[in-house]
């Protein structure tokens, strides 16, 4: 159980477009989702935390009007990165967390590569 | 500000014992825990340290010293398929996971 998926596993785009990412739960409803990126040989930084229902909540640095996130059901997450730019590609993980359980108890998708060209 | 301080590298041979360290600063503490990461792929949950001690689980050992604010995980009869990124991370404010700045291991036989 506790299965989180990502579509697309790699994506190239151009400079300018815009890309989306689904995260989704796919044995269990995920009322709170998490959005990483993580750049070669570092660690994941927490771009995003968004809840069913309603508005993410974004971390320090992170432009909102660039990274979209919408939770639009328990079981989908998705994030738009608009206009990307190539130092956009990165390596975009999602996480998920079913009611209340503890920060630790997240189920990590297994990522999607950005690449912008 | 929360942060957490791992080394960056760290190598052994197969069947030894290694031990991977995390020092962290953070505003409460909820606990500590540990994942493991392949290349290219995602997260995996290893263990958790809510108190102080030694937990185990398999070959993997988690311990944490709260007074000392340090935490280690500890892989024993190491394979090769134990080469990867390790990471610990305390939750901020019980909710998001913040991550150390990760290990990376390397086995060699």
């Known amino acids: 159980g506790a299965v989180v998926s990502q579509h697309p596993s790699r994506v190239i785009c151009k400079s300018g477009t815009s890309v989306k990412i689904e995260c989704r739960s796919l044995d269990f409803q995920a009322t709170t989702m998490f959005w990483y990126r993580q750049f070669p040989k570092q660690s994941l930084m927490l771009m995003a935390t968004?809840?069913?229902?309603?508005?993410?909540?974004?971390e320090q640095g992170v432009e909102k009007d660039k990274f979209l996130i919408n939770h639009a059901s328990l079981t989908l997450s998705t994030l738009t990165v608009t206009s990307a730019h190539p130092e956009d590609s990165s390596f975009y993980i999602c996480s998920a967390r079913a009611g209340e359980g503890a920060a630790y108890e997240q189920y990590f998708g297994p990522g999607t590569r950005l690449t912008v060209t | 500000g929360q942060s957490l301080e791992q080394p960056s590298e760290v190598t052994a041979v197969e069947g030894a014992i290694v031990q991977i360290n995390c020092t962290y600063q953070?505003?409460?503490?909820?606990?500590l825990s540990w994942y493991q990461q392949h290349d290219g792929g995602a997260p995996t949950f290893l263990s958790y340290n809510g108190l102080d001690g030694l937990e185990e689980t398999g070959r993997f050992s988690s311990f944490l010293s709260r007074s000392d604010s340090y935490g280690y995980l500890l892989l024993q009869e190491l394979q090769m398929k134990d080469s990867a990124s390790y990471f610990c991370a305390v939750p901020h404010n019980t909710d998001k996971l913040i991550f150390g700045t990760g290990t990376r291991l390397q086995v060699f036989p």
């Open positions: 968004s809840n069913e229902g309603s508005k993410a909540t974004y």
């Open positions: 953070t505003s409460g503490f909820y606990g």
